[in-house]
Nanobody, 122 residues
Framework: QVQLVESGGGLVQDGGSLRLSCAASGGTFIGYIVGWFRQAPGKEREFVACISFDEGITSSADSVKGRYTISRDNARNTVYLQMDTLKPEDTASYYC???????????????WGKGTLVTVSS
């Protein structure tokens, strides 16, 4: 069973940047679609971005296009989410997720990370 270990959350000012990491533990991301969801207080969990670990094909939500970049390091079995030009409305807990098919919706996720908090101050 693959465990997802997230890191990189924290507090940043409006317009700042953060990079989240998601590492596979006890397994590999080979063959998986790996992505990020986020959930703000009182809101539903929403898709942010994903990448096919084998081919490197990416997809992202309209709300983050042009600001967030998802990438992977096959050798390190790690997926990254580079977040630039952050806004207060990006504040949420960010969850790494892995599934077997697209689209990567919550119902298709096989493994979830525990989440990492991103707070953007105005």
């Amino acid at each position: 069973q693959v465990q997802l270990v997230e890191s990189g959350g924290g507090l940043v000012q409006d317009g700042g940047s953060l990079r989240l990491s998601c590492a596979a533990s006890g397994g590999t991301f080979i063959g998986y679609i790996v992505g990020w969801f986020r959930q703000a207080p009182g809101k539903e969990r929403e898709f942010v971005a994903c990448i096919s670990f084998d081919e490197g094909i990416t997809s992202s939500a309209d709300s983050v296009k042009g600001r967030y970049t998802i990438s992977r390091d096959n050798a390190r079995n790690t997926v990254y989410l580079q977040m630039d030009t952050l806004k207060p409305e990006d504040t949420a807990s960010y969850y790494c997720a892995a599934g077997n098919s697209l689209p990567l919706s919550p119902s298709r996720v096989a493994y979830w990370g525990k989440g990492t908090l991103v707070t953007v101050s105005s």
